[in-house]
Nanobody, 121 residues
Framework: QVQLVESGGGLVQAGDSLSLTCTCSTHHFNSYAWGWFRQAPGKEREFVAAVTWGGESTYYADSVKGRFTISRAAVKNKVTLQMNSLKPDDTATYFC??????????????WGQGTQVTVSP
């Protein structure tokens, strides 16, 4: 079983940066791929970024490619999403996820409770 807690959300202006952290309670951190998803009001939850269990590969949605960076620190059981050049369209609740495969082609087995990111124009 894996438990995930996100932190770092907040209110920022367009063009600003923000870093989200996911703290993972599991003895099998290196057994999972890790990812971030987001859900804006009235919209479906969508994939944002993922990193494989060994950290050798990362995946990004086209909408965030070049602006967001996902990383993992196995020693600390943490996954970070660095978000730069934020846009109002990035406003959403961001969820951390643990999964199989690459998450993109796998199954999500655990979700965090979410953290709100609001980007003002």
């Amino acid at each position: 079983q894996v438990q995930l807690v996100e932190s770092g959300g907040g209110l920022v202006q367009a063009g600003d940066s923000l870093s989200l952290t996911c703290t993972c309670s599991t003895h099998h951190f290196n057994s999972y791929a890790w990812g971030w998803f987001r859900q804006a009001p009235g919209k479906e939850r969508e994939f944002v970024a993922a990193v494989t269990w060994g950290g050798e590969s990362t995946y990004y949605a086209d909408s965030v490619k070049g602006r967001f960076t996902i990383s993992r620190a196995a020693v600390k059981n943490k996954v970070t999403l660095q978000m730069n050049s934020l846009k109002p369209d990035d406003t959403a609740t961001y969820f951390c996820a643990a999964g199989t495969g690459t998450i993109v082609d796998g199954i999500v087995v655990g979700w965090g409770q979410g953290t709100q990111v609001t980007v003002s124009p």
